[in-house]
């Protein structure tokens, strides 16, 4: 009797075990992120003037898309717990000399973790070292 109870133990024990490792993370997605500054390690802070052109969507089917500077981005992103990596693409069109589109476009490709404060989602790279912030659209 002991044995057929593990037997439905262990199985219902990783199902749940798997789909709480997996799961999607509603507060983020399907939102407009807008970009509002990138701080680095060092304390070297870019503050973003134009933020509705520095923006992430996540949908909850694992896709980005978003904007950098006057590029297009888009791609994949993967969540386990509070660990993401983003695989994100851009257009290449020059957007002039005081955009910050490229440091933007390395930060994220090299997101490492997320945490949600209030109403802004930080997303931590460079090894947690440095962070991007964004605020609700």
């Keep these: 009797m002991i044995s057929i109870k593990l037997y439905l133990i262990i199985p ?7 789909s ?7 507060e983020i997605t399907d939102i407009l992120w ?4 990138i701080e680095y390690e060092n ?3 870019i503050t973003i003037d134009n933020s509705s ?3 992430v969507l996540f949908d909850d089917s694992s896709r980005v898309e978003g904007q950098a500077d006057c590029n297009t981005c888009g791609g994949d992103y993967e969540i386990s717990n ?3 990596s983003i695989s994100f693409g851009c257009t290449k069109k020059g957007c002039g000399a005081s955009s910050k589109g490229w440091e933007y476009f390395l930060a994220v490709n090299d997101a490492s973790s997320y945490e949600m404060v209030g109403k802004e989602l930080l997303i931590f790279f460079d090894s947690d070292k440095s962070t991007l912030y964004f605020k609700k659209d």
């Design 12 to 18: 219902t024990f990783l199902i749940l075990a798997i």
């Design 20 to 26: 709480c490792e997996n799961q999607s993370n509603d």
């Design 34 to 37: 807008m970009l509002q500054s």
């Design 43 to 45: 304390d070297d802070v």
């Design 53 to 55: 052109s520095y923006t």
């Design 82 to 84: 509070s660990s993401i």
